[in-house]
């Protein structure tokens, strides 16, 4: 079985939503092919390898969910945001989907299937433009970031009443979580935080977790997960029809274009890393070299 | 006014939404938080439908559970054409029947393994995958035999029925159950068809059709 | 494996295949999407779009291309070329982006098909009326199904072997005909029993529901005894590496060189003083190309002519054209009124689009003076074809000189055609059709000087920027200002050249050796198109509009001169 590096084993990996977890009983789930158990004690939170029950995992609860290494984990990646007095924030469900984390991540970061995939909600024919926005990948923060990406939405949160052009942010602080943060239709200085953390449970099965953090305090929180559960259950049978399930690092597995800038800096992140878990490597071709 | 407690991504709660808006019809939705919120199992809700399932219609009073028992109610009341529930004819009724029952087994197959894998349900992943092929190997057979006696739906020769709402969803959205339809030809034939009925509407997990060739 | 994969199996029966579907086919571990053209031809292709690897089996048919389901990228017909990426409207997706496409007879009610580079098609029937049993999916090794089939036959007789899954036998518990029963290999532990029938029996559906009866219980059989082993592993699919050129996104369009024979298949009067020509794929079929398009056409007496694709989307047996007549012609319209016939081979380019239509607009007015409807006819019949909303008018000087007025009829409301009008009411007539902008129009304009320059000039007036108004002059009418003489550097090359008064920068960088496509050489068809690092074109081009123009990023290198002493070229 295919083991993860040591750069993605020492990352704190997301396994549950806080409210999944009830004491008095164990939560089963499974991380990088190794089924885990996670008990909610007196003396707080408990996971442990189901094969290893003796051996206490690291645990840390943050966002509203619970995340576990089974290495030694650097710190986990900050949203600033998420602790704003007046946020909404919530656990807008955990799917489990066929496909890898990082295919995920891509089609998170991806606005040019907003009209097909999200038709009439996140965009709509004829404007299907991506227009030019900019990437740059931070060694130092370790992460992926895009910024200026606009698109046209006819309806592009909850509580927005027509279209506009909408404007996003985005990171990929993790090589299986990234953060978007876009136009927010009720307050124009701020922006509304949406998230997606990947749970890799095999090489091709994941759960993801969701994690929103809105300006809003008209809708219900049923209301706003609804929302962002239409929009992933709408992605969902793309990525479970995606193949190679398995993200491939070789740039010429797959046809880019200038409106895949980001996913492209992603994968040339992830082969820098080293990251063998999810992706097909990139092995050099003898007539390329 | 016409209320559906409703859940986006079930294929139960599709299924009247699906035949409203092919009928035209306008109604008002109360969102339920089945998932990850459990709230179908809520002391509120278990007063609408003792079961704790989704979906529950209210019209003028009449609480109303089961998906196919709501599709007979909209038909019946609504259906200016008198083709979806076709009272007159009792052999087609007969037959809506017996696909209605279809319906629900392919819920308890096909349904159960997409909870099971999408959120967790504690059910027999591969028996009910085993289950729904059984289903989709009788479905496509008489759905072939169909095409070749001018049949183009599960009941009635000439036109749908609620039989094909009922049946339509978790087909539909079987790949999420782990369940691929190549083996199914037919199938995949008769779900073109059911999306170029005028009216049609999709749900999250269920992409629609182009349109068809003009004659 | 190899062996086998350079065989023909069947993959569906010619009824699985209607119009405006997309069948899920799988042979050997490679999956397929197979759907029918609205021309009757099927497409076996694999199942896999080229951007993101998501299944074109879930992706629409749309008659003449096939969309997929995740960015809406089209497909041609045919080629399986990509002739329309939504995220970037405006740009003709100028690289081959060509999906893998496997080989496709319809043969005795079957699609047969082979899952690698395939031998000659043998027949292995003899021609009749054969008539197709429901196919029935087993979910066991094809060996193992083969090897029960042959033994399900009625007692005392003996199955041929027609091919390697493949025999003609008498199956126990039939009627008593001689079926062909081929096995597809779907995959390692995955096969279809496909049957045939010599003739249409006197009871269709009574046989058909007997067999299928019969059939069933043998899977049953098959099955069970399938279950007692463990299911072997698929088959591992293998996917081939595009092409480097598509791997790295060139920014820069290089301009297609190849050349490609076609055989001139008709030749035909396509309204006063315009010759239709249909030029043929001398085999299958031609390159994709994109409404817009136009080629390079070689003529016998060396000239060469550009002439726009006038097909709709899919049409891909043939390039159709429209030439115009012209009395003081520069050579080329006349040879093809004398010298060329029916039958003659001519060179032709790889089809190169600087016109391309953008398919986001919310309403797309198209505006065609005289012969200058070729690449609009192109446009239209692809905005017909998808259902988007347009207009579509033609100026031309009588009823008979309105050229391809068969082909207008099908546009229904969509076509004006504006006849016999003079200078003024032609003027009063564009000014109405321009009208005022909104968002999300574009205007695409294709005719005489004179009818380009007052659309564009109408158009600037009504606030319609720039990029929403599209045009393509035939040719550069203006006078030349050569007297100009500067340096030019070349930035990748790190040549320095001197351009002197009276030579083109593109005769400079062919002197010493540099390679630079052209094709018109007057600039309006946008070929030689270059990046400008440094300095200040002088821009002396039709093909450029008034932005591209002052944002002097870029320049046309066979008539603009530079207004800077030096030049800095991305070459
Ligand atoms: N026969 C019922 C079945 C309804 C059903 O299974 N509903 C699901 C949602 S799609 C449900 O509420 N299940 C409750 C649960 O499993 O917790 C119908 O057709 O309406
Ligand atoms: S994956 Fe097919 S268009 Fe992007
Ligand atoms: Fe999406």
Redesign the interface.
């Known amino acids: 079985m295919n083991r993860p590096n040591p750069y993605l084993n020492d990352h704190w990996h997301v396994v549950a ?1 806080n ?2 977890v009830a004491s008095g009983q164990p939560f089963r789930t499974v991380l990088f092919d190794v089924p885990i158990i996670i008990q909610r004690l007196a003396d707080g939170l408990r996971v442990t390898a189901a094969l290893a029950p003796e051996k206490p995992l690291p645990v840390l609860e943050r966002y509203g969910f619970i995340w576990t290494s089974l290495g030694t984990p650097m710190p986990l990646f900050e949203i600033p945001e998420y602790d704003e007095a007046d946020r909404r924030n919530m ?1 807008a ?6 496909v890898s984390a990082p295919r995920a991540i ?1 089609n998170f970061l ?4 907003f ?3 999200h ?1 009439d909600i996140l965009g709509a ?6 227009k030019e926005y900019d990437v740059e990948v931070s060694a130092e923060r370790g992460e992926v970031l895009a910024t200026r990406c606009r698109f046209f939405q006819p309806r592009a949160a909850t509580s927005s009443a027509g279209g506009q052009e909408v404007e996003y942010v985005y990171r990929v602080p993790h090589p299986y979580c990234s953060v978007l943060y876009k136009s927010c239709p009720s307050d124009e200085n701020r922006r509304d935080v949406i998230a997606i953390f990947c749970q890799p449970v095999g090489e091709e099965r994941i759960v993801a977790h969701m994690l929103q953090s809105l300006i809003d305090d008209v809708s ?4 706003m ?2 929302f962002q ?6 992605d ?3 990525l ?5 399930k398995k993200l ?1 690092l ?10 895949d800038k980001s996913a492209i800096a992603y994968r040339r992140w992830l082969s820098q890393m080293g990251v063998n878990y999810g992706v097909i490597p990139l092995v050099p ?1 003898v007539a ?1 070299v | 006014m016409i209320t559906l407690y409703d859940f986006e991504l079930s294929g139960n709660c599709y299924k009247p939404r699906l035949l409203m808006s092919i009928l035209g019809l306008t109604y008002e939705t109360v969102p339920v938080d089945f998932y990850p919120g459990r709230e179908h199992k809520s002391e509120a809700f278990l007063k609408l439908n003792p079961f704790g399932e989704l979906p529950v219609l209210v019209d003028d009073g009449l609480v109303l559970r089961d998906s196919q028992a709501i599709l007979i109610y909209l038909a019946s009341k609504y259906d200016k054409t008198g083709q979806w529930y076709p009272l007159s004819d009792p052999a087609v009724l007969a037959e809506i029947a017996i696909w209605h029952d279809f319906a629900n087994r392919i819920t308890a197959t096909a349904s159960a393994a997409r909870l099971g894998l999408s959120m967790f349900y504690d059910v027999d992943i591969e028996a009910a995958q085993a289950g729904a092929h059984q289903l989709f190997r009788l479905l496509d057979e008489h759905l072939w035999f169909g095409e070749r006696e001018g049949r183009d739906w599960l009941c009635a020769p000439s036109h749908p029925t609620t039989a094909d709402i009922a049946c339509f969803p978790y087909v539909a959205l079987s790949e999420e159950a782990g369940v691929p339809r190549q083996d199914y030809p037919a199938i995949r034939r008769w779900l073109d068809r059911v999306k170029r009925i005028p009216g049609f509407t999709v749900m999250s997990g269920v992409f629609p059709a182009g349109p068809a060739i003009e004659a | 494996m190899s062996e086998l994969s350079a065989a023909w199996h069947p993959i569906a029966s010619s009824e699985d295949l209607p119009y405006r579907h997309v069948f899920h086919g799988q042979l050997l571990g490679r999956e397929f999407a197979v759907w029918r053209a609205d021309d009757g031809n099927v497409n076996v292709w694999e199942n896999r779009c080229l951007h993101r690897g998501v299944r074109l089996s879930i992706g629409i048919n749309e008659g003449a291309e096939l969309k997929c389901q995740y960015h809406g990228w089209r497909y041609a017909n045919r080629t399986a070329g990509c002739t329309y990426i939504p995220a970037h409207p405006a740009d003709a997706p100028a690289r081959r982006i060509t999906n893998r496409t496997y080989p496709v007879i319809e043969f005795a009610g079957l699609v047969w098909s082979a899952a690698g580079a395939a031998d000659a098609f043998v027949e292995p029937l003899q021609e009749a009326d054969w008539f197709a049993l429901r196919p029935i999916p087993v979910t066991a090794t094809p060996e193992m199904v083969r090897d029960k089939v042959v033994a399900a036959a009625e007692p005392g007789s003996e199955p041929v072997r027609l091919t390697e899954f493949g025999y003609s036998m008498k199956l126990a518990g039939g009627r008593g005909e001689d079926a062909a029963v081929f096995i597809q290999p779907v995959d390692a532990g995955r096969a279809v029993i496909r049957a045939l029938l010599p003739e249409t029996p006197a009871q269709p559906l009574a046989t058909l529901r007997h067999y299928n009866a019969l059939l069933n219980a043998l899977r049953e059989q098959i099955e069970r005894t399938a279950r007692e082993a463990p299911a072997p592993e698929p088959i591992e699919p293998e996917y081939e590496p595009v092409s480097l050129e598509l791997a790295t996104m060139p920014e820069l369009r290089l301009g297609t060189r190849t050349s490609i024979r076609v055989r001139v298949a008709r030749k035909y009067d396509a309204g006063e003083g315009v010759i239709g020509l249909d030029l043929a794929a001398l085999e299958g079929h031609l390159p994709t190309f994109q409404p817009g398009a136009h080629i390079d056409v070689h003529l016998p007496n060396g000239l060469v002519r550009q002439y726009s694709i006038t097909n709709g989307p899919g049409e891909q047996l043939h390039y159709g054209i429209g030439v115009k007549r012209e009395p003081e012609s520069r050579g080329g319209s006349s040879t093809i009124a004398e010298a060329v016939r029916e039958g003659d081979l001519l060179a032709i380019s790889e089809p190169r689009n600087n016109f391309p239509l953008r398919r986001d607009a919310t309403r797309t007015t198209l505006i065609a003076g005289g012969i200058g409807i070729t690449p609009l006819l192109a446009m239209a019949k692809n905005l017909f074809g998808s259902r988007l909303e347009f207009d579509f008018h033609v100026f031309a000087r009588s009823q008979q000189h309105l050229p391809f007025a068969d082909a207008l009829e099908r546009f229904g409301d969509h076509v004006s055609p504006h006849i016999g009008l003079d200078a003024a009411e032609t003027g009063r007539t564009l000014e109405e059709i321009v009208g005022s902008y909104s968002f999300a129009r574009h205007l695409y304009v294709c005719g005489p000087a004179p009818m380009l320059e007052l659309v564009r000039a109408l158009a600037a007036r009504n606030g319609w920027p720039d990029e929403a108004v599209h045009f393509e002059y035939f040719k550069n009418t203006r006078e030349i200002d050569q007297s100009s003489s500067f340096t030019v550097e070349l930035a990748r090359s790190a040549l320095t050249l001197e351009v002197p008064a009276g030579r083109t920068i593109l005769e400079v960088l062919r002197e010493n050796g540099v390679e630079a496509p052209s094709s018109c050489e007057q600039g309006a068809c946008g070929t030689c198109l270059t990046k400008v690092l440094e300095g200040t074109p002088d821009h002396q081009d039709v093909y450029l509009n008034e932005t591209e123009k002052q944002a002097n990023a870029s320049m046309l290198t066979c008539v603009s001169r530079s207004l800077s002493d030096k030049l800095v070229l991305d070459i």
Do not use: C, W
Not at chain 1, 93 to 98: I, N, P
Not at chain 1, 220 to 223: A, K, N, S, V
Not at chain 1, 250 to 259: K, N, Q, S, V, Y
């Open positions: 939503g409210e999944a656990n469900g955990s799917l489990g989907v066929a891509e991806d606005m040019g299937h009209p097909y995939v038709t024919e004829p404007h299907t433009e991506v219900t929180i049923t209301d997960r609804r559960q239409t929009i992933f259950g709408q969902k049978p793309i479970e029809n995606q193949y190679p491939p070789d740039p010429r597995a797959e046809t880019p274009i200038r409106a071709r390329d």
